[in-house]
C-alpha cells in the first residue's frame, strides 16, 4: 500500500502507474473529463528535453548527435533504443532526466485546484515515488498483450519492446502494492470509464475527509 506521507498535501494526490501500454493515458483522460487535475509525467518527460531546454544539449553530448532528428528535436526512439539494450546507458539517461522530471511534478501538483489530482507516473514504483501520493491506482493488462500494443503504438520490435518490461518492476509485485486495481484486458472504453467514475466518487470522499 502507498505511504501517506503526502498527508499535509492539499489536494489528495492519486498515483496512477501500471505498465507500458496498460491504459493510463485512457483513464487518465476520463479522470480529465470529470473535471480532475491530471498532471502526466512522459508529458513532462518530452517538455524538458524539447528544444532549447537545458537537458538536450547534456544528453546529446552523452548519447550523441544521432540521437537528434533533422529538425533539431529528440529522437525518443532512437534513444530507447540505445539505453534499452544498455543498463549503463539507461542508468545514466534515468540519473540526468528523472530529477527534472519530479521537480516540475511537484511544481505542478502543488498548483492543482481540484477536490483531489491524478498524478500518472509509469515507473511510480521503480523509481520510489510513493510517499509522493497518497493512494496508488494500477492498471494492469496480460504481458503479451502490452507487447502487442507497444510494437502496435510505437512501432517497436517484439526484443525491444519485451527490453522495456523487463525494466519496469513485475506485474505481481505492482498488483501487490496498489490501493485499487482496474484491470483493462478485453476492456470496452464504456466500462474503463464506469469503473473510473466508481473510482472518482470515492476519491471525493476520501478528499471530503482531509478538509
Do not use: W
Not at 512522459?42 to 533533422?70: C, W
Amino acid at each position: 500500500m502507498s505511504s501517506n506521507t503526502a498527508q499535509n498535501h492539499i489536494p489528495l494526490r492519486i498515483g496512477v502507474t501500471g505498465g507500458i501500454a496498460c491504459g493510463k493515458t485512457a483513464a487518465s483522460n476520463v479522470f480529465r473529463s470529470l473535471g480532475i487535475t491530471v498532471i502526466d509525467a512522459d508529458i513532462i518527460a518530452r517538455q524538458v528535453v524539447e528544444p532549447g531546454s537545458k537537458l538536450l544539449p547534456k544528453l546529446v553530448e552523452v548519447f550523441g548527435s544521432e540521437i537528434l532528428n533533422k529538425d533539431g528535436s529528440l529522437n525518443r526512439k532512437h534513444l530507447r533504443e540505445i539505453v534499452f539494450s544498455d543498463k549503463k546507458a539507461l542508468a545514466a539517461l534515468n540519473a540526468m532526466i528523472h530529477p527534472a522530471i519530479h521537480a516540475e511534478l511537484e511544481r505542478q501538483a502543488n498548483l492543482a485546484t481540484s477536490a483531489y489530482t491524478v498524478l500518472v507516473i509509469p515507473l511510480l514504483f521503480e523509481h520510489h515515488l510513493e510517499s509522493f501520493v497518497d493512494r496508488i491506482l494500477v492498471l494492469d493488462v496480460k504481458e503479451e498483450t502490452q507487447i502487442k500494443r507497444v510494437m502496435e503504438r510505437d512501432g517497436s520490435s517484439r526484443e525491444i519492446a519485451k527490453e522495456i518490461l523487463k525494466n519496469q518492476i513485475s506485474r505481481e509485485k505492482r498488483r501487490e502494492l496498489a490501493d485499487d486495481l482496474i484491470e483493462t484486458d478485453g476492456l470496452l472504453l464504456s466500462e474503463l470509464k464506469e469503473l473510473v467514475l466508481n473510482l472518482h466518487k470515492k476519491y471525493l470522499q476520501l478528499a471530503a475527509k482531509r478538509n
